[in-house]
T-cell receptor
Framework: GAGVSQSPSNKVTEKGKDVELRCDPI?????LYWYRQRLGQGLEFLIY????????KSGLPSDRFSAERTGESVSTLTIQRTQQEDSAVYLC????????????FGPGTRLTVL | AQSVTQLDSHVSVSEGTPVLLRCNYS??????LFWYVQHPNKGLQLLLK??????LVKGINGFEAEFKKSETSFHLTKPSAHMSDAAEYFC???????????FGAGTTVTVRA
């Protein structure tokens, strides 16, 4: 079946602009996760959804970052007033349920803030 | 809280020779441990997963890893490297029943012909 998909694959934006990144999880997966991967580093956890609610937003770096999920499906990560330090690959993952279920990752969105 | 240290940032091997990627972890509870691989411009793919069953875990593409609690290690091995194994490898830990994954910084594997 189809895996996790993300769009756009690449995004170049100017400092101060807002961006929206989209994630389509595997159909039927109730849990969805956002991670950030900075150049040469491992992944940092940002936020996770169980259904449409986000019990843990502890990884969001600042109040410029927000995310929502609708219909227990698509999720959007929004970064307002982008800064150069926001440049990274943003990865989305989904799992059948939160907890020990394997997380399946999308290909990521590479964000470059000029 | 859990964390992972990948002891080598870069490993270079000749095709047909063994590969060893070293990983040490810390975890407050019984951990779940994973190895993921990331090929250039591709998403992360799960190689194998340990969740308190057999300590020797076999994964895809001939990889395996051994959980050693006394050494807090979860090293990844493959007996014979193939050119297609060139990629970045991440060791990952989570506290059991916890959704939050902690990633190591990654090990880049280069395979020489």
């Amino acid at each position: 079946g189809a895996g996790v998909s993300q769009s756009p694959s690449n995004k170049v934006t100017e400092k101060g602009k807002d961006v929206e990144l989209r994630c389509d999880p595997i159909s039927g997966h109730t849990a969805l996760y956002w991670y950030r991967q900075r150049l040469g580093q491992g992944l940092e956890f940002l936020i996770y959804f169980q259904g449409n609610s986000a019990p843990d937003k502890s990884g969001l770096p600042s109040d410029r970052f927000s995310a929502e999920r609708t219909g227990e499906s698509v999720s959007t990560l929004t970064i307002q007033r982008t800064q150069q330090e926001d440049s990274a690959v943003y990865l989305c993952a989904s799992s059948l349920y939160a907890g020990t279920d394997t997380q399946y990752f999308g290909p990521g969105t590479r964000l470059t803030v000029l | 809280a859990q964390s992972v240290t990948q002891l080598d940032s870069h490993v270079s091997v000749s095709e047909g020779t063994p590969v060893l990627l070293r990983c040490n972890y810390s975890s407050s509870y019984s951990p779940s441990l994973f190895w993921y691989v990331q090929h250039p411009n591709k998403g992360l793919q799960l190689l194998l997963k340990y969740t308190s069953a057999a300590t020797l875990v076999k994964g895809i593409n001939g990889f395996e890893a051994e959980f050693k609690k006394s050494e807090t290690s979860f090293h990844l091995t493959k007996p014979s490297a193939h050119m297609s194994d060139a990629a970045e490898y991440f060791c990952v830990v989570s506290d059991q029943n916890d959704y939050k994954l902690s990633f190591g910084a990654g090990t880049t594997v280069t395979v020489r012909a």
